[in-house]
């Protein structure tokens, strides 16, 4: 089999079955849509939507000094995580630059689940194993040992409850606890991408089919839909979430990003990237550098990564992402645009799309927020 074919998820013969558009990602082949992307994006948000993550990328760190080793190669403090909680915090290089964000489940005091984005799994196993050194602790791929398939919306937790053994109701947003889903092991986790409530079962590859099923049977009478990667984006840029290789990259700090509150200098020991995070964090501070905002669209034109965002006849930033937005019914966009231009409201901004300036309203992130 050539390196160069895509992995196939635990899962790919049902995606198949039920006629999703496949696409490669991250050397992926995963789900793109299975109908209409409009239709699984409104099922999020309204009712429930089923997704495959297995893409993602399980690193586990056991070891009497694996909070020490994490708190040296992560920018948070991971040391101060309990036992059955999680935690949103991003590796970054020397430079302050970030590798990729991620998420640390403390599954027990001297061991941790670390999910990195598909793209950047070998590059954070790598970094990880790399600064192990010194460290009483081990870095493990498990990414092999894992499917992940996600449960999103406001009906999850009745329809997640009907298949599980465990207390949802005591499981707070960015926690996570073992227990049995359709009769076998799982993690599970409340936590997302869609800025919905929902669930994030890690279960072993050779049960996924099972758990799959038996959310689809619990679920579709409470309108629960399978879910492909397209809506996935859609909902994230709704809620206003960034996603690697658009609103972060290497050439970018959390603090570029509006992301700074993720980095803690005040945490025992050094941590990688410490002194030029030290720099760029006073940088934001007395001139801040161009801010992430969103854009609506006045008209109907949809914008993309890259597309230049302008006033006054002059680029004054760049479209990360964008696409049209279900729930608001208008084209949507991330940006990074000048400081001067970032206040909500602020008149004469645009985007060009090749070579029409097309009139956008500033707005504060997200543009949707669910109701609690």
């Given at each position: 089999?050539?390196?160069?074919?895509?992995?196939?998820?635990?899962?790919?013969?049902?995606?198949?079955?039920?006629?999703?558009?496949?696409?490669?990602?991250?050397g992926?082949?995963?789900?793109?849509?299975?109908?209409?992307?409009?239709?699984?994006?409104?099922?999020?948000?309204?009712?429930?939507?089923?997704?495959?993550?297995?893409h993602?990328?399980?690193?586990t760190?056991?070891?009497?000094?694996?909070?020490?080793?994490?708190?040296?190669?992560?920018?948070?403090?991971?040391?101060?995580?309990?036992?059955?909680?999680?935690?949103?915090?991003?590796?970054?290089?020397?430079?302050?630059?970030?590798?990729d964000?991620?998420?640390?489940?403390?599954?027990?005091?001297?061991?941790?689940?670390?999910?990195?984005?598909?793209?950047?799994?070998q590059?954070?196993?790598?970094a990880?194993?790399?600064?192990?050194?010194?460290?009483?602790?081990?870095?493990?791929?498990?990414?092999?040992?894992?499917?992940?398939?996600?449960?999103?919306?406001?009906?999850?937790?009745?329809?997640?409850?009907?298949?599980?053994?465990?207390?949802?109701?005591?499981?707070?947003?960015?926690?996570?606890?073992?227990?049995?889903?359709?009769?076998?092991?799982?993690?599970i986790?409340?936590?997302?991408?869609?800025?919905?409530?929902?669930?994030?079962?890690?279960?072993?590859?050779?049960d996924?089919?099972?758990?799959w099923?038996a959310?689809?049977?619990?679920?579709?009478p409470?309108?629960?839909?399978?879910?492909?990667?397209?809506?996935?984006?859609t909902?994230?840029?709704?809620?206003?979430?960034?996603?690697?290789?658009?609103?972060?990259?290497?050439?970018?700090?959390?603090?570029?990003?509006?992301?700074?509150?993720?980095?803690?200098?005040?945490?025992?020991?050094?941590?990688?990237?410490?002194?030029?995070?030290?720099?760029?964090?006073e940088?934001?501070?007395?001139?801040p550098?161009?801010?992430?905002?969103?854009?609506?669209?006045?008209?109907?034109?949809?914008?993309?990564?890259?597309?230049?965002?302008?006033?006054?006849?002059?680029?004054?930033?760049?479209?990360?992402?964008?696409?049209?937005?279900?729930?608001?019914?208008?084209?949507?966009?991330?940006?990074?645009?000048?400081?001067?231009?970032?206040a909500?409201?602020?008149?004469?901004?645009?985007?060009?799309?090749?070579?029409?300036?097309?009139?956008y309203?500033?707005?504060?992130?997200?543009?949707?927020?669910?109701q609690?």
């Amino acid at each position: 089999m050539s390196s160069n074919a895509p992995r196939h998820t635990a899962l790919d013969a049902l995606h198949r079955s039920l006629g999703a558009t496949m696409t490669d990602f991250a050397g992926w082949d995963m789900p793109l849509r299975y109908g209409s992307e409009r239709d699984e994006h409104l099922a999020v948000r309204t009712k429930a939507g089923l997704f495959d993550l297995s893409h993602m990328g399980e690193i586990t760190v056991t070891g009497p000094e694996a909070a020490a080793l994490l708190n040296h190669a992560l920018v948070g403090n991971i040391a101060t995580v309990g036992v059955g909680r999680a935690r949103y915090t991003m590796i970054c290089q020397e430079d302050g630059g970030i590798l990729d964000d991620l998420i640390v489940y403390r599954l027990a005091d001297d061991e941790y689940m670390v999910v990195a984005n598909a793209s950047n799994a070998q590059v954070v196993l790598d970094a990880l194993t790399g600064r192990a050194a010194g460290f009483d602790a081990a870095v493990r791929d498990d990414r092999d040992a894992y499917a992940l398939i996600a449960v999103q919306g406001p009906e999850s937790s009745g329809i997640l409850k009907s298949v599980t053994d465990a207390d949802l109701d005591g499981l707070k947003y960015y926690a996570g606890l073992p227990g049995t889903v359709a009769g076998v092991p799982a993690l599970i986790a409340r936590t997302g991408y869609t800025g919905e409530d929902g669930f994030e079962l890690f279960v072993a590859p050779a049960d996924a089919e099972k758990v799959w099923q038996a959310l689809t049977d619990a679920g579709t009478p409470a309108g629960l839909v399978p879910c492909g990667l397209s809506c996935r984006d859609t909902l994230r840029l709704e809620a206003g979430m960034p996603l690697y290789g658009h609103e972060l990259t290497t050439s970018l700090t959390p603090f570029d990003a509006g992301l700074g509150r993720v980095v803690k200098f005040e945490k025992d020991g050094d941590f990688v990237g410490r002194e030029a995070l030290a720099e760029a964090a006073e940088r934001a501070a007395s001139k801040p550098p161009r801010v992430l905002v969103g854009l609506i669209a006045e008209g109907r034109r949809v914008p993309r990564a890259g597309y230049p965002v302008v006033a006054g006849g002059q680029v004054i930033g760049e479209v990360t992402s964008g696409a049209p937005s279900p729930t608001l019914g208008k084209p949507i966009a991330m940006a990074y645009v000048d400081a001067a231009h970032a206040a909500p409201g602020t008149a004469g901004v645009g985007v060009d799309i090749r070579g029409s300036h097309e009139p956008y309203e500033v707005v504060a992130l997200p543009f949707y927020k669910r109701q609690k």
